[in-house]
Nanobody, 126 residues
Framework: QVQLVESGGGLVQAGDSLRLSCAAS????????MGWFRQAPGKEREFVAS????????DYAASVKGRFTISRDNAKKMLYLQMNSLKPEDTAVYYC???????????????????WGQGTQVTVSS
């Protein structure tokens, strides 16, 4: 099992940037893919971005491609989400997630992730 703690959320204006961080503890961080998901009020949780175990391969939701960048630092056991050109529709609780042990690649499917953080709120005002 891996424990995940997100940070970096906040209230920003449209067009601003934020960097979310996710600190991992527990099993070896480099042994699995990671991802970011988000859930807006009244909506289901949705995929945002994912990264493989080396950080060399990534995938993004169409709505954030070109604006968000996912990255990881295996030595520090950290996952990041750089969010630029934020829009009001990016407002949501953002969750860090870890794939099951031995799942090296990225994934955009929620069911492929076995560990979740508590979430961090991102609010973008217009």
């Amino acid at each position: 099992q891996v424990q995940l703690v997100e940070s970096g959320g906040g209230l920003v204006q449209a067009g601003d940037s934020l960097r979310l961080s996710c600190a991992a503890s527990g099993r070896t961080f480099s042994n699995y893919g990671m991802g970011w998901f988000r859930q807006a009020p009244g909506k289901e949780r949705e995929f945002v971005a994912s990264i493989n175990w080396t950080g060399g391969t990534t995938d993004y939701a169409a709505s954030v491609k070109g604006r968000f960048t996912i990255s990881r630092d295996n030595a520090k056991k950290m996952l990041y989400l750089q969010m630029n050109s934020l829009k009001p529709e990016d407002t949501a609780v953002y969750y860090c997630a870890a794939r099951f042990a031995g799942s090296w690649s990225w994934s955009n499917k929620e069911a492929d992730f076995g560990s979740w953080g508590q979430g961090t709120q991102v609010t973008v005002s217009s």
